[in-house]
């Protein structure tokens, strides 16, 4: 990064409502990030390009005050350098070539001509453009453009990446390219947002997760933080064992399952499935049974370390379904 | 006798060739239909569905000639469109209702048929709204809908779930999975999500460059070419790794927590937990390792790429 | 049996017949352009210039009833609506010869042509214009917006069933426009005279007046579909409908001063309005006397019905093609 960070803190809300006349963006969000890469989740609807729009100072909160990098984000070019926006939406000029494209917005920045041509070219080299970078955007594929609008917000080197949906639009070849240069970015130091409703495209990039729905905030961090704290949530633990029974009861009887159920599964092998709330016991104990008892353990699968299953949850408390 | 058999299928636009000398067949079950942007993958289901003529090649659709009888294909296939596209004007149950009249229904049995639909499909008083208030997610369930009311024996559904939210996706791959195990269509999804093809499909296709350049059974192609476990730890792997390798089992680090064990089950699986217990790093998962579709879809595009270059 | 209609099930059933989803598609667009105000108040206004068509009618009846051909009240009144000869030997109506004459019976028939033929030039041919401009611009203009071809033609529908259709949904308007008026005009002359073989005097007049009906629908019809192809904004292909009327109006203003002082010119056909007004007259057979010209006129219409059909089938494919 061109400036070593010297913000701790990456976002804050305080508070912060956004009102469309009657139409609600979000209600009352209270938030402290620190610097790292956070996947923005949620449904359709649920509030995800508003709290963009309010992070890259595009909409004024009604009510509640909004700091970027330390610094409120409306009318502040300054606070822009920093920051990269990919949006959802299409907004690139028909007739321009990418790679002039790019170097133009550069130059909003402050880049002199030469540089920001270079430094395009080198952008959309990383994106997987150096093809196409010289043919009019009229010409580009929903794919190229996507890249394109990525190599736009990694060109003046932000320290925070703020994305709408890269990667819609996307085969699987351009999805692993385009994880891999955003993968990079984080290892490099550099904080992003990535704001999307399909979970593999998150999971593929960060651990740490926001989820709104509805336009409210309703959880964040790590899939197991949030688990943890959910109270009255067992762990399902999956595991193909070949004395079964024998293990069944040795968890029941130290009293570390709620519940352990033995069936089969689609292919007829025989499955236990352990509902423990004491996760980091149920761990510690595992192999000493193992050892003990000569158990062969081939499998061990943990059903909720997706995030598939941890939103599922979320959302059934979140309508008082559970 | 396989529902889809295509030979030599060639399209040009111009000077543009979309489909190269393209032979597929489909059987039964759910297909997964891939291939980079711009392969030919849209350019294929068209000329499936008789919308466009090819340059050359023949082929047959659920026994129909492509060429001659495509109103009979399109009689017995339901189509849904990646984009979004919507009967301007009408309401939910409106659209449903022409659409199942459009494939000749009559107009009763149409609206009553498109009802029983439109519950299938978790909609439900928005139904009776004008489409243009619809959200994205329940527009493509409307299109969903349109393109099962018929009763179709074949599905072509392209990118069924690209806009949905995690919950409506999973009950999207639900109804597919339904419709096809017991109801025994045969559905082909095209989509760029490769975690929906390894949840849903039983087969995969690759179209590269408008040819098709692997036609396999997800099963046979998630193998790993020998046998080893991934098992990932909370914490590092570093160790374990060492341990290991000292008892000489062959072992390959994938991330700080992630190793890829190799060799039989039997025999690394009890030393693999012992050198976790020794270590004191619990044991997050173990699970046989299996190719992954991505590398699999890589590789195929790649081996196009060099081929053509 | 305890299941009974559970999920998703299969279906089979009798099959409508293939060749009649144009009336679907037909459906659709008279549904969606009855719900426009201003075309409810047309079609209810359209009848009101056949009212007064009929008074007059009536007139004539009582005029002949009373024996006194020359105190005509009913001359002023058909002034009127009627006018006086112009110097346009195509457009003036025989009236005025049969009010100059004494014998009103043996005119009857040619009243009538001339009544028919100034209820279609003088308002409904307007009000036609009025329908088409509400109803042509949006059928496909907004489908080629939506993209519902794609819904179309993955059925089993030809392009030939989809336009006709659209055709049917406007032409269904027309018809009420002016078909129905024309033809109810007839009735009531029929059911106003003083015995019923005037019918075998006139029979001709129904069958002149589909042909008029034609002349005024079909080439209308198409004119209008086929903006409506050329362009994804309804308001343009609105405008554009409009336009050609309008041009045609001061087209004609032009030709027909140029005409008044002694030239000649072809430019003439310009006037959309006044050709159909021509082979109307023609049909009409309202000047028998005159021996008028009119393959210019029936040609020009010819050509732009085809034209227009071109055109429309062409636009109608492409989106498949890409």
């Given at each position: 990064m061109n400036e070593p960070s010297t913000q701790p803190v990456l976002i804050e809300f305080e508070s912060v409502t956004k009102l469309y006349g009657k139409v609600l963006g979000v209600n009352d969000i209270s938030l402290t990030l620190p610097q790292g890469a956070w996947g923005l989740l949620g449904p359709n609807g649920a509030g995800k390009s508003t709290l963009l729009n309010l992070l890259t100072g595009q909409l004024l909160p009604t009510r509640g005050t909004v700091r970027v990098l330390g610094q409120d984000p409306r009318n502040n070019p300054e606070l822009m350098r920093k920051i990269g926006y990919c949006p959802g939406f299409e907004g690139l000029y028909s007739s321009v070539t990418g790679r002039k494209w790019v170097a133009f917005l550069l130059e909003m920045h402050g880049v002199r001509r030469r540089e920001a041509l270079e430094r395009a070219e080198e952008c959309m080299a990383v994106v997987g453009m150096r093809d196409g970078m010289n043919r009019p955007i009229s010409n580009y594929s929903r794919g190229m453009r996507q890249r394109t609008k990525i190599a736009q917000a990694i060109a003046h080197d932000p320290q925070l990446l703020i994305l709408d949906e890269p990667l819609s639009g996307l085969d699987p070849v351009g999805r692993a390219e385009m994880t891999e240069v955003l993968r990079t970015r984080i290892a490099n130091g550099g904080s992003l947002i990535l704001a999307s409703h399909v979970l593999h495209e998150i999971e593929a990039v960060t651990d740490s997760f926001l989820l709104i729905s509805g336009g409210r905030l309703l959880a964040s961090g790590t899939a197991e933080e949030v688990h943890e704290l959910l109270f009255d949530l067992p762990i399902e633990v999956q595991i193909r064992c070949d004395q079964p029974e024998r293990l069944s009861g040795l968890v029941m009887s130290a009293g570390l399952a709620d519940h352990v159920s033995l069936g089969r599964d689609q292919s007829g092998t025989r499955l236990l499935k352990v509902a423990t709330r004491q996760t980091a016991d149920f761990s510690a104990q595992l192999p000493k049974w193992i050892a003990e008892h000569n158990l062969q353990v081939n499998e061990l699968k943990t059903a909720d370390d997706s995030l598939q299953t941890l939103f599922n949850s979320l959302m059934k408390i979140h309508r008082g379904e559970r | 006798m396989p529902l889809i058999e295509l030979h030599n299928l060639t399209k040009?636009?111009?000077?543009?060739?979309?489909?190269?000398?393209?032979?597929?067949?489909?059987?039964?079950?759910?297909?997964?239909?891939?291939?980079?942007?711009?392969?030919?993958?849209?350019?294929?289901?068209?000329?499936?569905?008789?919308?466009?003529?090819?340059?050359?090649?023949?082929?047959?659709?659920?026994?129909?000639?492509?060429?001659?009888?495509?109103?009979?294909?399109?009689?017995?296939?339901?189509?849904?469109?990646?984009?979004?596209?919507?009967?301007?004007?009408?309401?939910?149950?409106?659209?449903?209702?022409?659409?199942?009249?459009?494939?000749?229904?009559?107009?009763t049995e149409a609206l009553r048929r498109g009802h029983e639909i439109l519950d299938f499909c978790g909609m439900g008083q928005e139904r009776y709204r004008n489409v243009e208030t619809y959200s994205t997610g329940m527009r493509q369930k409307l299109r969903f809908a349109m393109a099962i009311v018929h009763d179709p024996e074949l599905l072509i559904l392209d990118e069924p779930t690209s806009g949905l939210d995690p919950e409506e996706r999973e009950s999207m791959l639900n109804r597919i999975q339904i419709l096809s195990t017991q109801m025994g269509k045969a559905i082909i999804i095209c989509t760029h999500i490769l975690p929906d093809v390894q949840v849903v499909c039983d087969r995969v296709v690759i179209i590269a460059a408008g040819r098709v350049t692997l036609s396999e059974e997800l099963e046979v192609l998630q193998q790993s070419p020998e046998p080893s476990l991934t098992v990932s730890f909370r914490g590092s792997a570093n160790s374990i790794r060492d341990s290991l390798a000292n008892h000489d089992i062959r072992v390959k680090q994938v991330d700080d927590q992630t190793l890829r064990v190799f060799g039989?089950?039997?025999?690394?699986?009890?030393l693999v937990w012992k050198a976790a217990s020794a270590a004191d790093v619990a044991i997050r998962s173990i699970v046989p390792s299996k190719t992954s579709l991505e590398e699999v879809f890589l590789k195929a595009v790649q081996e196009t790429t060099d081929a053509n270059s | 049996m305890p299941i009974h209609n559970l999920g998703y099930r299969t279906w089979k059933g009798p099959l409508s017949s293939a060749n009649s989803r144009w009336t679907v598609i037909a459906g659709i667009g008279i549904r969606r352009a009855w719900q426009s105000m201003w075309l409810r108040r047309i079609v209810f206004f359209a009848w009101v210039p056949g009212v007064i068509m009929a008074m007059l009618i009536y007139l004539f009846e009582q005029a002949i009833a009373d024996g006194n051909p020359s105190a005509f009240a009913y001359s002023r009144l058909a002034d009127m609506f009627l006018g006086r000869i112009d110097g346009d030997a195509l457009r003036h109506n025989a009236y005025t010869a049969a009010s100059m004459s004494q014998d009103l019976v043996q005119h009857r028939r040619q009243f009538w042509c001339s009544l028919l033929q100034a209820l279609y030039q003088r308002s409904q041919l307007i009000m036609q214009i009025m329908v088409v401009g509400l109803t042509a611009p949006a059928l496909i203009s907004q489908d080629m917006r939506s993209r519902a071809f794609l819904l179309y033609f993955s059925r089993p529908i030809s392009r030939t069933q989809y336009i006709l259709g659209k055709a049917?949904?406007?032409?269904?308007?027309?018809?009420?426009?002016?078909?129905?008026?024309?033809?109810?005009?007839?009735?009531?002359?029929?059911?106003?005279?003083?015995?019923?073989?005037?019918?075998?005097?006139?029979?001709?007049?129904?069958?002149?007046?589909?042909?008029?009906?034609?002349?005024?629908?079909?080439?209308?019809?198409?004119?209008?579909?086929?903006?409506?192809?050329?362009?994804?904004?309804?308001?343009?292909?609105?405008?554009?409908?409009?336009?050609?009327?309008?041009?045609?109006?001061?087209?004609?203003?032009?030709?027909?001063a140029f005409v008044a002082i002694g030239g000649e010119t072809p430019l003439e056909m310009l006037s959309l309005f006044h050709v159909i007004a021509d082979v109307q007259a023609w049909l009409l057979d309202v000047r028998p006397d005159v021996e008028l010209d009119v393959i210019g006129p029936l040609s020009v219409l010819i050509t732009v019905t085809i034209v227009s059909l071109t055109i429309l089938y062409k636009r109608v494919s492409a989106p498949m093609n890409v």
């Open positions: - | 040009d636009y111009g000077s543009f060739r979309a489909i190269d000398k393209l032979s597929l067949t489909v059987d039964n079950g759910i297909t997964g239909l891939l291939g980079p942007n711009g392969a030919g993958k849209s350019t294929l289901i068209k000329v499936m569905l008789g919308l466009v003529s090819c340059t050359s090649g023949n082929g047959k659709v659920l026994g129909h000639d492509i060429v001659a009888e495509c109103a009979d294909i399109r009689t017995r296939v339901g189509y849904m469109p990646e984009d979004d596209c919507y009967l301007h004007g009408l309401s939910g149950i409106e659209s449903v209702q022409v659409a199942a009249q459009l494939s000749r229904f009559q107009a039989a089950e039997t025999e690394t699986s009890p | 049917a949904s406007i032409a269904c308007y027309v018809l009420v426009v002016t078909f129905l008026p024309g033809i109810t005009l007839y009735v009531t002359g029929v059911l106003l005279s003083p015995d019923i073989s005037i019918v075998l005097d006139t029979w001709d007049i129904p069958l002149r007046i589909v042909g008029a009906t034609i002349t005024m629908v079909v080439p209308t019809t198409c004119l209008g579909l086929m903006l409506s192809s050329l362009t994804t904004e309804t308001r343009f292909a609105s405008f554009a409908w409009f336009a050609v009327w309008i041009f045609g109006l001061f087209s004609n203003t032009v030709t027909s």
